[in-house]
């Protein structure tokens, strides 16, 4: 479970965060939606330490991950598992390296134990057989698998995606929400998804964020979005006309 | 940033393989590059060198002489470290400025990798290992180079050309330059990576760091070289 309390976070004097809290529930995924400039990536960029946040508290199972030390802060983000929104693979390796990597970095396995843990999450990602291919070889759903494997190589107990589904079509987004569903529920891991595609959100979304000028506006889960009241999470919901349908029809 | 390059790596072995690729990358790459050079400009310098001393007053030895000197004192740890900034401080800020624009020094980060350790400490370090061995290269090629064209053009004789090379030798002119070349892989190595790790976003951008990264390694080589010329020539 990660929860945060009333994080703030300014840029140039330009207030993106405006006192943030939430609950992310553990083997659930958590979904953090908005439009484009809401502060969503912000909000997980500081949940991750990459921004500091000006002011609150992150607390990873209790872990007040704002008041670490770095060498804290590494212990916890051998927890963390994380898939970028363009994937982010290192485009010097192979997508056996790539994933060999936090397990080469931070473990003492053998190059058997090693090669193993990798094809497990290729399997789990159904990517058998691609250990040597480099990411310009694979498509972009493909690489949004390894990334996938990657972050979970390590087990971790904490998973944050960013728009896992951008640049992707229908058919490979609904394939990588359900992958992420199904290793969450698999690993038990405290999942935080960055989005703001409806499909997602009706598909995966256990436990909603919605976050509006860097506050949040509402929160909930998939079966609540459509018989909510709220005017802002309508004209964010509605906005899409396959929604205004579905809408029409009920 | 620095501080944080010379942290002790998360991992020993990684780090022995980074800096092997590194030495096979941007030194073992550079030979070639780096011989081509050094012959043809130890050739041009012997011959402008023969041309402006063209007197019966003056001995023929005295072609090898300013040759050598020329190359060992200037042309082989200046003007190669500045070629080699082009060629490999491009590189190295194009490279990092590329990962942080496709997130890769986040994802490095967000595993507990210390990016600036991992990515910088073993390209200084393959740097300042190898560049020695391609300035010890460019002063050999460059005194042959020299030799050949004197010889071929019939500027002086072989043993003219090699009694000016082996006359007055100063072997502290070959630590003056070996200390300049250690100073000036340091300058490539930093300079380029802090460049490409403070890359904007954007591939215009990536771009622009690369060019930043020459025309200051080459500002701070020039300006050091004088640092180091009146420090210990002077």
């Known amino acids: 479970m990660i929860t945060i309390h009333n994080i703030k976070k300014s840029f140039n004097e330009i207030e993106i965060l405006k006192g943030v809290s939430f609950v992310f529930n553990r083997g659930k995924t958590n979904l953090i939606i908005g439009q484009s400039g809401s502060g969503k990536t912000v909000l997980i960029k500081c949940m991750l330490g990459l921004f500091n946040a ?54 003492s396995q053998t190059m058997e134990e090693k090669i193993d843990r990798v094809n ?28 996938l494997a990657r972050a979970i190589a390590m087990n971790p107990k904490y998973l944050f995606c960013d728009e896992p589904n951008s640049g992707l079509d229908p058919r490979t987004s609904i394939i990588i929400d359900n992958l992420i569903k199904e290793v969450t529920e698999e690993y038990n891991m405290t999942t935080i998804i960055n989005t703001h595609d409806m499909n997602s959100v009706m598909e995966i979304g256990d436990n909603i964020l ?32 396959l929604f205004k349908k579905i809408r029409a029809n009920q | 940033m620095l501080r944080k390059v010379f942290t002790r790596p998360e991992n020993f072995s990684v780090f022995r393989k980074l800096v092997i690729h590194d030495i096979y990358d941007f030194g073992i790459n550079s030979v070639g590059i780096v011989s081509f050079m050094s012959l043809f400009v130890g050739a041009v310098v012997t011959v402008q060198t023969a041309v402006y001393i063209d007197s019966p007053l003056l001995p023929k030895y005295l072609i090898g002489l300013v040759a050598r000197d020329s190359i060992i004192l200037e042309f082989a740890p200046t003007m190669i470290a500045i070629i080699l900034a082009g060629k490999i401080g491009s590189n190295i ?77 100063s072997a ?63």
């Open chain 1, 54 to 107: 000006d002011e609150g508290n992150v607390l990873y199972d209790e872990r007040d991950f704002t008041k670490m030390n770095s060498s804290q802060k590494k212990h916890i983000r051998k927890e963390v598992g994380m898939l970028f929104q363009g994937g982010a693979l290192f485009d010097s390796m192979t997508v056996e390296e790539n994933i060999m990597f936090p397990l080469t970095m931070f473990t």
């Open chain 1, 120 to 147: 497990t999450c290729l399997k789990r990602v159904n990517l058998e057989n691609s250990n040597t291919k480099t990411s310009s070889e694979l498509s972009g759903g493909m690489q949004k698998r390894v990334a």
């Open chain 1, 210 to 241: 919605f976050i509006k000028n860097g506050l949040k506006e509402w929160e909930g889960n998939n079966k609540d979005i459509l018989s909510t009241d709220n005017p802002a999470i309508l004209d964010f919901v509605y906005s899409s006309n």
């Open chain 2, 93 to 169: 800020a194009s490279n990092i400025g590329t990962m942080k624009t496709t997130e890769q020094i986040d994802a490095l980060r967000v595993m507990g990798v210390n990016p600036i350790n991992y990515l910088m400490l073993p390209k200084l370090v393959a740097m300042v290992f190898f560049n020695p061995f391609l300035i010890a290269i460019s002063m050999i090629l460059g005194v042959i180079g020299g030799w050949g064209a004197g010889v071929s053009s019939g500027l002086c004789s072989s043993a003219e050309f090699m009694e000016g090379v082996t006359m007055y030798f």
């Open chain 2, 172 to 234: 502290f002119n070959v630590t003056y330059a070996f200390i300049k070349t250690i100073l000036f892989a340091f300058v490539i190595a930093t300079v380029s990576c802090f460049q490409g790790f403070y890359t904007k976003v954007g591939a215009i951008e990536v771009g622009r760091a690369s060019t930043r990264a020459v025309v200051y390694c080459s500002v701070f080589i020039i300006i050091l070289n004088y640092i180091c010329t009146q420090l210990l020539l002077a």
